[in-house]
């Protein structure tokens, strides 16, 4: 797949929809302006990465760009540019929620009065587990 040119803009746009912290702001001597962003991980190692704004250019050469990608970001450029122009944030591994867990009194009667097995339970979500009691207590099934 052909993607746009990868710019400063685009790269600073990632950081943006990833919710990067911007960390430093810097003017060199040359004009030259930096901006540091830093980005934890879920497994607590923190990425930096930053964006030049040199005066002339604005396009990152190709073994620049793969350094980005690989060592900054820590992304395929499939997956940056599915961010920058999809909004489609990077998974990064972060644990899912848990899901609601059922009250032990309504697993105890779903297995013991009901009779219905405890893998079937461990399926339910909340709301079902107490149709289902609701259902048993009414109907005896």
Not at 38 to 48: E, G, I, M
Not at 123 to 140: E, H, N, P, S, V
Request: proline share 6%; glycine share 6%.
């Amino acid at each position: 797949m052909t993607h746009p040119e990868p710019t400063r803009e685009r790269h600073e746009k990632f950081c943006e929809i990833e919710d990067w912290v911007r960390v430093r702001d810097a003017r060199g001597r040359t004009g030259t302006h930096h901006v540091t962003y830093r980005f934890v991980l879920p497994d607590s190692r923190a990425l930096r990465t930053r964006i030049s704004h040199p005066v002339d250019r604005t396009v990152y050469g190709t073994g620049l760009w793969s350094h980005i990608l690989r060592d900054q970001l820590e992304v395929t450029e499939e997956i940056f540019w599915q961010c920058v122009l999809d909004g489609i944030l990077p998974n990064r591994g972060a644990p899912e929620p848990p899901r609601e867990s059922l009250p032990a009194d309504l697993v105890h009667l779903l297995i013991h009065r009901a009779g219905i097995a405890d893998h079937e339970v461990a399926a339910m979500t909340k709301a079902q587990a107490i149709a289902r009691l609701q259902q048993f207590w009414t109907d005896g099934t």
